[in-house]
Each structure stands twice: as C-alpha cells, then as structure tokens.
C-alpha cells in the first residue's frame, strides 16, 4: 500500500493522530512520496476531524499557494466547505462568522452542479442539508437529505446520517411525533454495523428527548436508560460522549416522577467525568439545578439548597433566576431555615421587578408563610394578598392562602407590637 493510501485509510479508521504522524513524516522527507500539496490537504482533514477548523484552513491556503490548480479538486473543495462550517458551528456565541457559512454554501453549491460524479457528491448534499437546517429553511434541507441518500458517497453511514436528521427536522420543526420517530427507526437500521456505536448512543438520546418532549415519559426513560448502557459498554468511549450522555439522560430523567435517586447518582458520576470550569458554565448551571430539584425532591432540602445557589453560581445571568431563587426558598424553607427562605424570595421580587419579569402566585404564597412562620403577620397578610391577586379563581389552593389568611390576620390582631 503506497503512503497516500495508508494515510487515507488511517483517516477512514478515525487513527487521527496516527495519520498526523505519518503525514509529518512525509512532509519532513527529503524526496517526497506524495506531493506536498496533497499532504497539507490530508493534513486539514485530519484537523477538521479533531475540531481544529482554523488549522485546517491554514494548510488548504498553504496548499493552494504550491499548486493554485488544487483549487479545482472536488477533495480539496469539499475540505475547505466542511472547514468553514465547522469553523461556523464552533464559533463562541456572539462571535459567529456569518462569512464562514455563506462561503461553505457557496462551495457546497458549486460542487453539486460543477461535479456530480464526485465520489463523494452523497456527503456534499448531506452537508448542505445540515446548513439549510441551520438557516431555519426545513424544507430545502429535507430535499437535499434526500438527494444525499440517492448520491455517491465514500461514507459508509451516510443514510443513517440523513434519516436521523430527516427525523429531528419533523419533530422540532414540524412537530410530525411520528414520523419523527419513524425516521430514527429508519436510522437505526441503516446505520452500518462497522460503524462507531458512540453514533448511536446520540441516536437513543434524540429519541429519549423527542419522546420526553412529547410527554411519553415511560418510553423516554427507557431510551435513555438504554443509552446510558450502550456507552458503558463501549470499551473506549470518549470521556465527552460519556459526559453528554449522562447530561442528556439526567434531562430525560429528571421528567419522570420517581427517577429522582437515578438523576442524583448520574449527575455525580457526570462532575466526576468533567473538570471543574473556572468561570460562567451553563452546562453546569444546568447540571446542578437538576440536582437540586431531584435532592429536593428526595428531602435532602440542605444539599438541594447548595445544589441551586451553585446553579446561580455556574450562570450569574441564569433566565429563570427568579425561579431558582423560589426553588431555593422552598428548601430553606422546608429545612426550617425561615429566614433565609424570606432572603430569596425578596431578592427574586427584586430580579423580577429589575427585569420586569411576571411573578408567579406561588412566590407570593410562600412569601406569606415565611413572613408567618416569623411572626411577621401584617407583612404575611400583604403577602397572601398579592398571591390572591394573581391565583387563579378555580386553583384549590385559594381556599389554603385564604385559611392562613385569616390565621395571620388573627395572630396579628393578638400580637402586642402590631396589634
């Protein structure tokens, strides 16, 4: 087998590191095997495969600037499209390049009418597909998902690839339950059995959320739990693929009554798998809320309280800080901490009213037993009223607000200071 052929196959097998390593070599050879041009090309796949969209448009200028006529090869075309729309969906927020998917269209477009023989033309379509996707045009995504299933293409796994995305469309854009799962289906049997059984595991996670997301929480948790069996027993899955599972299986979870112990223990396993961030993380804002709510759930109110103000901790700008801060007054609460449950409360009234945000009756209901539970009855009376003011008339609870109501308005009228 030649150089360039080991080198491509060391790419086909997912051996990136190795396929670098024989790719410097090359390059550090006096006489070369394989034109240099066609090394740096090979040496960008590489790149684009581990996440490095910016190295990889590197080695294609170098590459270009050997030999301008590469600029004609579908290969090297197909490389540098991949490359500005990983570059794209790899961008930190705010700082998206919307220049790096307007390139990739274009290419992605020249290449369907420039070169239908393509080898790979299947792939070509699929990607452009994906970018539709992106651009909120469902409909012309679909149509290129189902060009790429009727195209060549060196990926193996190229229909699986399509349905799965075919079915997450229906569901998210269409709102088609069904069909949606019907097209995962599809996928599953598609999927090649050579192929990395990580793929999958996200393809059972789709399912678990799609399901969730529809309510059937039985068959989401089964979903989810089959996931989470899979990539265990994958010998050498990547701590990433394990991380995401675990989080997206504690999302499907944490929807279903009596799983709380199970989200517990998978939240735990997934801070063990993840290093600890420095700063703002919202995937560990997130993480911690659902513990929190579980650990509250379970009675465990004192680690529940931790759980939420480090969930505010990880996303000082959290959107529903309000309701956290609620969540975290009904623990301190339950835990007889009365005081610091008044603590919250005022201070989500406070984020409320600084974001003119709406404030649910139940703030103001528990409100109103903190200030009680203090012996702060006129200010438990002003409270019960609001909660009154926002509940609506048919909710069984205004029978409770309006029973302690009258509690504090008696004890208030008995109290020595108020009364």
Request: include cysteine.
């Given at each position: ?86 570059r794209f969906e790899l961008s930190a927020v705010g700082l998206v390049e919307r220049v790096d998917i307007q390139q990739a269209e274009t290419l992605y477009r020249s290449l369907l009418v420039d070169y239908p023989d393509y080898r790979n033309i299947g792939w070509i379509a699929y990607q452009l597909g994906r970018l539709l996707a992106i651009k909120n045009l469902p409909d012309d995504a679909m149509a290129m998902f189902k060009q790429a299933q009727l195209s060549r293409s060196v990926v193996d796994a190229l229909p699986a690839y399509c349905l799965e995305r075919m079915g997450y469309i229906e569901f998210y854009e269409y709102r088609h339950i069904q069909r949606a799962l019907d097209y995962l289906d599809l996928a599953f049997r598609a999927y090649p059995t050579h192929e990395d059984r990580g793929w999958l595991v996200q393809l059972y996670l789709l399912r678990g959320r ?210």
């Amino acid at each position: 087998m030649s150089a360039l052929s080991t080198i491509r196959a060391l790419l086909d097998q997912g051996q990136v590191k190795k396929a670098e390593i024989a790719i410097a070599k090359e390059l550090r050879a006096d006489s070369h095997g394989i034109a240099p041009h066609d090394l740096l090309t090979l040496r960008a796949r590489a790149k684009l495969y581990t996440s490095r969209p910016e190295g990889a448009i590197d080695d294609l200028t170098r590459a270009r600037a050997l030999d301008p006529t590469i600029a004609q090869d579908p290969e090297w075309l197909e490389v540098l499209a991949d490359s500005h729309l990983s570059r794209f969906e790899l961008s930190a927020v705010g700082l998206v390049e919307r220049v790096d998917i307007q390139q990739a269209e274009t290419l992605y477009r020249s290449l369907l009418v420039d070169y239908p023989d393509y080898r790979n033309i299947g792939w070509i379509a699929y990607q452009l597909g994906r970018l539709l996707a992106i651009k909120n045009l469902p409909d012309d995504a679909m149509a290129m998902f189902k060009q790429a299933q009727l195209s060549r293409s060196v990926v193996d796994a190229l229909p699986a690839y399509c349905l799965e995305r075919m079915g997450y469309i229906e569901f998210y854009e269409y709102r088609h339950i069904q069909r949606a799962l019907d097209y995962l289906d599809l996928a599953f049997r598609a999927y090649p059995t050579h192929e990395d059984r990580g793929w999958l595991v996200q393809l059972y996670l789709l399912r678990g959320r799609i399901l969730r997301d529809s309510h059937r929480l039985a068959e989401a948790t089964e979903a989810a739990e089959t996931a989470l069996k899979m990539s265990a027993s994958i010998r050498k899955a990547s701590r990433s693929l394990q991380r995401e599972t675990l989080f997206t299986a504690c999302e499907i979870l944490s929807r279903s009554a009596g799983g709380e112990k199970r989200v517990v223990e998978l939240v735990e396993q997934f801070f063990e798998l993840s290093r600890r961030p420095q700063g703002i993380d919202v995937t560990w804002s997130r993480a911690y809320e659902m513990l929190a709510d579980a650990l509250a759930s379970l009675g465990r109110y004192e680690r529940a309280v931790d759980a939420y103000l480090a969930a505010l901790q990880y996303n000082p700008y959290h959107p529903w800080e309000v309701s956290i801060l609620y969540r975290t007054a009904a623990a301190y609460y339950q835990h007889g901490d009365y005081q610091r449950a008044l603590n919250a409360l005022v201070h989500g009234l406070d984020v409320a009213r600084a974001e003119n945000q709406a404030v649910d009756f139940r703030h103001y209901d528990l409100l109103g037993n903190a200030h009680y539970a203090l012996g702060n009855y006129p200010e438990a009376v002003a409270a019960y009223d609001q909660a009154l003011q926002l509940v609506p008339r048919s909710d069984a609870i205004v029978d409770k607000i309006l029973h302690y109501r009258a509690f504090a308005l008696e004890k208030g009228s008995h109290n020595p200071v108020t009364g």
